[in-house]
């Protein structure tokens, strides 16, 4: 009986209106007592509060003194590479072609770049300085506390794409899974391969570069055996040249055990639920695919020191993360050609993110995910990514322990390609508040080759859950509108909503989905909170020569109650969206101009001067 109490909906999955919001604005965080409401005073004061806290992260006098001290990477037996053309390199999930890599027998700069850092770390902090010129790395770079570690203008850090590089560093030693490091994967705790630079605990740690010539090279599509590159590893028939049955993320792993041989004290019905989404049980090993067991093991509440993954699986890392940080800089570089998300900080506090250049388009390649963070400025950043550019999350299942992704703003940004410009999900369990984002150019550049599916979106569901509160947008400009073919949502048997009826995975310009991707969650216990938000002046256009500028501009689709799969009855009550206002907005000509919204399971939205399809809003609107 006692297990049964795994799969109980915690008290934070009952809590809705203001008794929760007062009870997770009061974790140890301070915030303005009008911070909270989300409807009273003006809540822009708080992004000005966040940004004067992020203050001491700029160029202070204190930064420059430290920065004297400089290390030259040339000092600690650095040396450059040499570039040749190999016949194959992916520069996209599905295109390719040859290129440049550093050349067979290059010498590899590990070693140099890890003795530098100490050096500096040792002294009290300063910069370590990487010159112009191309510089190999078989390894990750680690930064250490009081350490800036410095591209010049020209230098470019070309990444070994072999993965056994990536365990063969850490801090825990797993045997055949390699040398790994503490980490997280899509909103999971688990041991995986190192990110290419990475951090754990340290206070004050820079990465900085001069210009967008000061470049991270991940190489993530360049094969490492002839054939297969990280990007193969998503598993996708066509993405990186991909072949089905191969091993994958997606690929049932021999090496991933049956829960109950790990914990004899899950019932047959819980190990049914995690494994199959089914009490009663059901076939295959579908659930023993990396990117779902990870999931499962979390689910199953076992101990993070047993997600061991590595040598033998198919998880990429992402490619800068920093985990459990405070005082982190990210500044004036480009990364390029990342295993999975460009930028990962991790339950880090004090973060800023400026005048970068995020430029990946693989898989899952998102630009700026920070996770259980508290205090972000992201600031003046570019993205071309091959998914989402911004996505604030929280962890996932049961991996709540970092509390909530808070008190982030974002501003003065450009966003070319992804699949969402500002993403709040999908990983949000454990909430996400106070999230500001303004003066925002969604340019869709490349919006006849890899349009930007949608511009402000929510990703939660049944399994997701969290609360997401104080969500805050203004002045948007989308002069070349987002992608306008759907891509519609896949209820569940019993779902209210029929199939190929809701385009909510792209095509909406404002797009909150409660129900995001449901079939790919076997345990859907957990129903989402979302309230309290506003976005305000958000303008957009029809690119040259079209004249749909999306295919719907608003799409809320609250929680669907029907979803529930849990052990116990009766289902937890789930409340609609609630508390939206959407003003001064011209959203252009939607493609579906026979219905330009959509909506379900909504309280209280609010259009104000919204302007779809030449019709004007002016309306208080339920579903």
């Not at 409660?514 to 506003?534: E, L």
């Amino acid at each position: 009986m006692a297990s049964l109490q795994r799969l109980v909906l915690t008290r934070r999955n009952l809590l809705a209106g203001a008794a929760a919001s007062g009870a997770l604005l009061g974790r140890g965080t301070w915030a303005p007592s009008w911070a909270a409401t989300g409807s009273s005073g003006d809540p822009w004061r708080l992004a000005d509060a966040i940004v004067d806290h992020l203050a001491w992260l700029g160029d202070t006098p204190e930064r420059r003194r430290r920065e004297l001290r400089q290390f030259y990477l040339t000092s600690f037996g650095a040396a450059q590479c040499q570039l040749v053309e190999v016949p194959l390199i992916y520069t996209s999930s599905t295109t390719s072609g040859s290129g440049l890599a550093p050349a067979p027998g290059s010498p590899d700069n590990y070693a140099a770049f890890a003795a530098a850092i100490a050096a500096c770390h040792r002294a009290g902090g300063g910069r370590v300085i990487v010159p112009a010129g191309d510089w190999y790395c078989a390894g990750p770079i680690t930064l250490l506390s009081n350490v800036n570690f410095h591209l010049r203008s020209g230098a470019q850090i070309w990444f070994s794409p072999n993965p056994a590089d990536y365990a063969k560093y850490g801090p825990y030693d797993f045997g055949p899974n390699g040398k790994l490091v503490r980490s997280r994967w899509q909103g999971n705790d688990c041991y995986n391969f190192s990110p290419m630079v990475y951090a754990y605990g340290q206070h004050n740690i820079a990465l900085t570069g001069e210009d967008q010539t000061s470049i991270l090279n991940g190489q993530a599509g360049t094969p490492y055996d002839g054939t297969n590159a990280w990007w193969t590893w998503k598993g996708t028939v066509g993405t990186a040249g991909y072949v089905s049955g191969e091993p994958s993320e997606g690929t049932p792993n021999p090496l991933n055990l049956p829960l109950g041989q790990l914990d004899s004290s899950l019932s047959a019905a819980e190990i049914n639920l995690i494994e199959y989404g089914d009490p009663a049980g059901g076939t295959g090993n579908a659930y023993t695919a990396d990117s779902a067991y990870l999931p499962a093991l979390s689910e199953a509440q076992i101990p993070v020191s047993q997600r061991v993954f590595g040598i033998g699986h198919q998880l990429p890392p992402t490619m800068i993360e920093f985990f459990g940080c405070t005082g982190v800089l990210l500044q004036g570089y480009q990364v390029i050609n990342t295993p999975f998300w460009q930028h990962h900080p991790i339950a880090c506090r004090d973060v800023v993110i400026r005048g970068v250049y995020a430029n990946s388009l693989g898989p899952n390649n998102d630009g700026f995910d920070p996770e259980a963070c508290n205090y972000v400025l992201v600031e003046g950043v570019t993205f071309n990514t091959g998914d989402d550019c911004i996505a604030i999350k929280s962890g996932k299942n049961n991996d709540t322990e970092f509390g909530p992704a808070q008190n982030h703003v974002i501003r003065n940004c450009t966003m070319n390609s992804g699949h969402g410009g500002i993403t709040l999900g999908s990983e949000l369990a454990a909430d996400i508040q106070n999230i500001f984002a303004e003066n925002l150019a969604m340019q869709n550049q490349n919006y006849a080759t890899n349009p930007l599916n949608i511009a402000i979106r929510i990703k939660t569901n049944l399994n997701r859950g969290g609360l997401t509160q104080n969500f805050h947008v203004r002045n948007v400009s989308l002069p070349n509108g987002i992608n306008t073919t759907p891509s519609f949502y896949k209820p569940l048997p019993g779902s209210p909503i029929p199939a190929n009826t809701v385009s909510t995975n792209q095509g909406g310009i404002i797009t909150f989905d409660c129900d995001y991707s449901p079939g790919s969650d076997n345990v859907r216990v957990r129903p989402p909170v979302v309230k309290d938000i506003t976005i305000i002046n958000v303008n957009a256009a029809a690119p040259p020569g079209e004249t749909a500028s999306c295919y719907q501009a608003i799409i809320i689709q609250g929680p669907v109650a029907e979803d529930y799969d849990g052990l116990t009855l009766p289902p937890p009550t789930v409340v609609p969206v609630q508390n939206v206002t959407i003003a001064d907005c011209y959203f252009g000509t939607p493609a579906n101009a026979a219905q330009p919204y959509y909506l379900y399971n909504i309280q209280g939205l609010t259009l104000d001067n919204v302007t779809i399809g030449g019709t004007v809003y002016n309306s208080k609107l339920s579903a």
